[in-house]
């Protein structure tokens, strides 16, 4: 530990082994796992099918570089876009190189019109990751104190309302999270989400839609914003896509998506082999009816569990948060008991499972939880 930048802080928990929605410590104990990676590994831990399929990539070719052509990222790029219903794809590693991505596409797309078109707007609560770009766009205090000066020309209005007036013909993009995942799994409004889109177009701004957390079956479609009806012009996924190998993909129309030209923009690892592997067999389980019509109709059972523990269920699918007093300290009981969640403050628990989860999960976690719920209520 002492040679590891303290960056996560204290960390009590040693994980070794994982086997679908379990995970076990160093001394063997199990841990139901409603954290799931932070919403990453959807298909469950060691999956069979995962596991052979990167197996069998590791034996052929792990990487080679995007100064070659990978079969796979044509495979996955063909199956996101006609699921998506945008044109091309491009690979990267993770969410905030999603996000990273989209920022620039969307300001060189911008550009090619008008110079100074260059504003990027996001919302309050907004999380679109870590590096300098995508911090940028994440208002929160404690994330960007001492890493300035950000991206310029970057803004977040305080309101949904002040959002809406910041779009005009010096935008270049609005980001949005449907479903703000760490801003405590908070639904945006229809009307609201409809609202920006047109004055988005109507400006001849972008609507970059982050869902890098609602998405890949997390919500019970294959893109939350399927749910909403929404058309956005560039989409960004991650965590869900690739089981927990690392993976992120940005979706454009091919209007937008033209304005990269070779040497705009790439990545070593980005789309390797092996990512493409997990990737694929990710998506073929997932975008499957029966396989999204479990995640609907177990993800309303779980919101019903999560009443009996807390107030202000909110969420879709298997992502869902709940209002709980002291949540850091009731999730930490939680870890004791036996189950694994995470907290997006002190007030709101956030309960993203494996899509694998059954009954027999649902009833675990009660009867695991139900000795904290017991000593609470007293
Ligand atoms: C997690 C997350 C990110 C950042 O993803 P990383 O892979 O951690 O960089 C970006 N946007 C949303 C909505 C996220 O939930």
């Known amino acids: 530990m002492t040679h590891l930048m303290n960056n996560y802080g204290e960390r009590s928990i040693t994980i070794v082994r994982g086997d679908g929605a379990y995970l076990f410590d160093e001394f063997g104990k199990q841990y139901l796992d409603f954290a ?9 831990h060691a999956n069979p099918d995962v596991t052979q399929a990167i197996a069998t990539q590791a034996g052929a070719v792990i990487h080679c570089s995007n100064l070659y052509q990978i079969p796979g990222q ?7 876009c006609e699921l998506s219903g945008l044109d091309r794809a491009f690979f990267c590693n993770s969410g905030t190189e999603a996000n990273e991505c989209a920022m620039k596409l969307a ?3 911008a550009a090619k019109e008008n110079q100074l078109r260059t504003k990027i707007v996001s919302l309050p609560g907004a999380f679109h990751g870590r590096t300098l770009g995508s911090l940028s766009i994440t208002p929160k205090k404690a994330y960007q104190d001492g890493f300035g000066p950000l991206v310029p020309n970057c803004v ?6 002040a959002v809406l007036a910041e779009v005009d013909e010096s935008t270049a993009a609005c980001f949005v999270e449907v479903i703000q995942g760490e801003g405590g799994v908070r639904v945006l409004s229809l009307e609201f989400l409809h609202e920006l889109e047109n004055k988005l177009h109507t400006h001849g701004a972008l609507l970059v839609i982050d869902e890098v957390q609602t998405g890949v079956g997390r919500t019970g479609t294959f893109f939350a914003y399927e749910q909403m009806g929404l058309h956005p012009d560039i989409v960004t996924l991650a965590k869900g896509l690739g089981n927990g190998v690392p993976v992120g993909a940005v979706l454009a129309t091919s ?3 033209s304005s990269f030209e070779p040497g705009s923009h790439g990545t070593t690892f980005g789309g390797n082999p092996l990512a493409m592997a997990a990737a694929e067999v990710v998506i073929q389980k997932v975008a499957n009816k029966d396989f999204l019509d479990h995640v609907c109709k177990i993800g309303g059972k779980l919101a019903h569990v999560l009443s009996q523990f807390g107030e202000n269920v909110s969420g879709l699918g298997l992502m869902l948060g709940v209002d709980i007093p002291q949540a850091k300290s009731f999730v930490r009981s939680a870890a004791q008991n036996g189950v694994l969640l995470t907290a997006t403050s002190d007030e709101r628990v956030r309960v993203v499972p494996p899509l694998i989860v059954e009954d027999k999960h649902l009833n675990d976690f009660v009867n695991r939880l139900s000795h904290l719920q017991s000593v609470r209520s007293k």
């Open 36 to 44: 799931a990676g932070i919403a990453v590994v959807s298909l469950g």
């Open 74 to 80: 044509m495979r996955v790029a063909d199956r996101l």
């Open 107 to 109: 300001r060189k797309y």
């Open 156 to 161: 977040t209005p305080p309101s949904l309302e």
């Open 255 to 257: 209007q937008v998506a």
